[in-house]
């Protein structure tokens, strides 16, 4: 079955320095990557996307890459924020209404 | 607001306790998951629902019984728990049709305690 690896597993960084997450899949049938955002108490919610047909994505201060070839995909977050701290999942999957594959979260730290 | 709601919030139970956690999804979809959060591990799917039907059960215990009336509840009934079922409990929801994958949203979650 499917297995996402996530790297590093605690991120400290300065507010305003760039944050990047990384995350590699084994499953090549995989199409799908969200990443979430996870703060305390709170569920995950989603932040970004991307799918297979597409290599880069961004909204605003956040960016996905993804390399199909090397099966993984980041997460890139620039202009870091104290609101910004939090726990990030990647997550991958194969197909609509099945399970997504979680990596085991980034605790990303900024601190002002 | 996630549009996905889940009751409790927190849940205190003895081993030989019943008790049901509800969530209740306001988007429109047709697809909803159970996943399993515990300390230290990534989330886990439990089960997932398309158009009220289970399709996935990731080989879960039997005290554990999901419960889909239609496509905007699922419940997950509870009973004879043992304390490693600890854990915060996440409900899911999303779209299903064409286009593949849709994002799937999660709810606030239960925390669960067992005694």
């Known amino acids: 079955g499917e297995n996402v690896e996530q790297h590093p597993s605690t991120l400290s960084v300065q507010e305003g320095d760039s944050a990047v997450i990384k995350c590699t899949y084994s499953?090549?049938?995989?199409?799908?990557f969200p990443w979430y955002k996870q703060e305390l108490g709170k569920g995950p919610q989603l932040i970004i996307d991307?799918?297979?047909?597409?290599g880069e994505k961004k909204d605003q201060r956040i960016a996905v890459t993804l390399n199909k070839t090397a099966k993984h995909f980041s997460l890139h977050i620039t202009e870091t924020q104290p609101e910004d701290s939090a726990v990030y999942f990647c997550?991958?999957?194969?197909?609509?209404?099945?399970?997504?594959?979680f990596g085991k979260g980034t605790t990303l730290s900024v601190s002002s | 607001e996630t549009g996905v709601t889940q009751t409790p919030r927190h849940l205190v139970m003895g081993m030989t306790n019943k008790k049901s956690l509800k969530c209740e999804q306001h988007?429109?979809?047709?697809?909803m998951y159970w996943y399993k959060q515990s300390a230290k591990k990534p989330l886990e799917l439990m089960f997932v629902?398309?158009?009220?039907?289970?399709?996935e059960n990731n080989s879960v215990p039997s005290r554990f019984s999901p419960e889909c009336p239609n496509s905007s509840h699922l419940f997950l009934h509870l009973h004879t728990l043992q304390p490693e079922d600890s854990a915060l409990y996440l409900c899911?929801?999303?779209?299903?049709?064409?286009?593949?994958?849709?994002?799937?949203?999660f709810g606030d979650g239960t925390r669960l305690s067992i005694l």
């Open positions: 988007l429109g979809h047709n697809a």
């Open positions: 499953d090549s049938a995989s199409n799908y």
């Open positions: 991307i799918r297979s047909n597409v």
């Open positions: 899911a929801s999303s779209p299903l049709g064409q286009g593949g994958n849709q994002p799937q949203h």
């Open positions: 629902y398309n158009f009220k039907e289970q399709t």
């Open positions: 997550a991958a999957s194969r197909e609509a209404g099945t399970a997504l594959i």
